[in-house]
């Protein structure tokens, strides 16, 4: 595996599918074994949070600070100097001079990149616009590993918003540095995966179909992974009407037509996709999911910082 010290974390494609195994068995050990110490004790990570977050900014902070660090930061441009008209870049500087890390998100695709550029320590997207969301497709493949064993020989459905969701084009982008079976893109025509997303995975081999319907290839799947339809990054509020609501997952879908052990992804936050009856029963993975984010985050910073 190749050293991770002092890397940015920008994409998902950034890092092979040995760095990923590696941090999985990080990840596995802290959650068997714990953390001895405080190995972070005086690291600094700095959360620049322009747009809402719960789990990963909290995630983050809890992996930090389990691992002795601090954590500083903001979750939105209110109450900062960006008010006062100080630029994004130079917002970057600052908390790169009072920090070992930065955890940046932005709505704009390439903010990441671009504080990566100005930064001397690492960077780490924490999501920028529609791009990409890198640290949140490490946290699915590693659900994936937990409850399978494998993603290799997988057959996974992706739901819901592909062309603007992050989440969901980073974790499409992460299969490819494994062998599933089948990846079925499952979305309303307007909403399809994004051209620049379904060319590298041709390019790098993922076994893909296309399509609209989510009961016809239901019984196939053993992971489903449902997006939220992403109503903040619609240019024209005309064209989220005509789509929300496209899909919801049912119950009853579920037990009439899903595999028995189908298990339920979601990068979370959920509103109305998933039917509220489904987070009580066997299928739903995704608190499971939420939870590894912070061992996960905590095998990636010891990797990057150490
Ligand atoms: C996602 C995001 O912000 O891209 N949330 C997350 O980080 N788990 C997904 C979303 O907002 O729908």
Known sequence: ??????RDVLSILDFGREDLEGLFEYADIIRKRGVSGRPLQGKVMALAFFEPSTRTRLSFETAMKRLGGDAIGFTSEEGTSIEKGESYVDTIRMLDAYSDVIVVRHKYDGAAKLAAEVAENPVINGGDGKQHH?????????????LFG??????IGVLGDLKYGRAASSF???????RPKKVC??????????????DQARERGLPYEEVVSLDEVIGD????YVTRIQKERFPDVEEYEKVKGAYVVTLELLQKKAKRDLKILHPLPKVEEIDPRVDQTHYASYYEQAR?????????????LE
């Open 185 to 198: 893109l499952i979305s309303p025509p307007q909403l399809a995966a994004r051209r620049e997303v379904l």
């Open 172 to 178: 499409i982008l992460g299969l490819t540095h494994f």
């Open 134 to 146: 890198p640290t949140q497709a490490m946290i699915d493949l590693y659900t994936l590993k937990t």
């Open 1 to 6: 595996m190749r050293d991770m010290r002092g």
């Open 150 to 155: 494998t993603v290799d020989g997988l057959t």
């Open 292 to 304: 590894l984010g912070v061992p996960l985050r905590q095998a990636l910073l010891l990797k990057l």
């Open 221 to 224: 799947l053993d992971a489903l």
